[in-house]
């Protein structure tokens, strides 16, 4: 069975402040990737970025970077002085190999609130 | 290229009555995935199309939801009757077929309130 837990429901920030969304998973599968969707208030999943289980590079995009470390399973994100608009739910996720890519499993997401 | 479509995009029903969601996916997208996420939980699968064959629907809560995807193209999903715990946002997503990963595509999701 697969899981990702997000242990933070919701963080509020300040504006201009770094902050650090953590995503932890479970899986057997030997190859996997992972995910970060966001969700505005519209309501629509939005992709952010996508990870190859053999693939530990940190990636940097503007003011997101993602921190995979399979030592610990945790694929973490961090937004680097944040703005109001980054206000939204994030969800990390993960599809695994031996079920054939075709399921997602998401993690409960996390709110986060950025205040001006 | 359009997006993956939803319709309707809020439906507010109460107890007992009945409703049908429905979805298309992107042009030429064999993959038809059908996802829900009920207030402050995580993003649960429903159910997987390939054309119009079910491929797995072990996410499916209950005999009250029936799902079809009737020519392969778009996808209904209805829920008959509605009770209180089926309100939540029914997203569908939809990918190219193959044996290795293909991204899924989301919809902007469905928005079901029953009172």
């Known amino acids: 069975a697969q899981k990702v837990t997000q242990a933070q429901t919701e963080i509020s920030v300040v504006e201009k402040e770094d902050v650090t969304l953590d995503c932890v998973y479970e899986t057997r599968d030997t190859t996997y990737y992972l995910f970060w969707y966001k969700q505005p208030p519209s309501g629509e999943l939005v992709f952010l970025i996508r990870r190859n289980s053999f693939d530990e590079q940190n990636e940097i995009s503007g003011r997101y970077s993602w921190n995979f470390q399979k030592s610990t399973s945790s694929f973490n994100f961090t937004i680097t002085a944040s703005q109001v608009v980054d206000s939204a739910v994030y969800f990390c996720a993960l599809i695994g190999g031996n079920s054939g890519y075709s399921t997602l499993t998401f993690g409960k997401g996390t709110m986060l609130l950025v205040s001006p | 290229e359009a997006g993956v479509t939803q319709f309707p995009s809020h439906s507010v029903i109460e107890k007992g009555q009945t409703v049908t969601l429905r979805c298309d996916p992107i042009s030429g997208h064999d993959n038809l995935y059908w996802y829900r996420r009920v207030m402050g939980k995580e993003i649960k699968f429903l159910l997987h199309f390939v054309k119009e064959s079910k491929q797995d629907e072990s996410g499916m809560p209950n005999n009250r939801f029936l799902a079809e995807r009737t020519g392969g193209t778009y996808s209904t999903l209805k829920v008959q009757p509605a009770e209180l715990e089926d309100s939540g946002v029914y997203f569908c997503?939809?990918?190219?077929?193959?044996?290795?990963?293909?991204?899924?595509?989301f919809g902007p999701g469905t928005r079901l309130t029953v009172l």
């Open positions: 997503a939809s990918s190219h077929f193959g044996t290795i990963y293909n991204e899924q595509f």
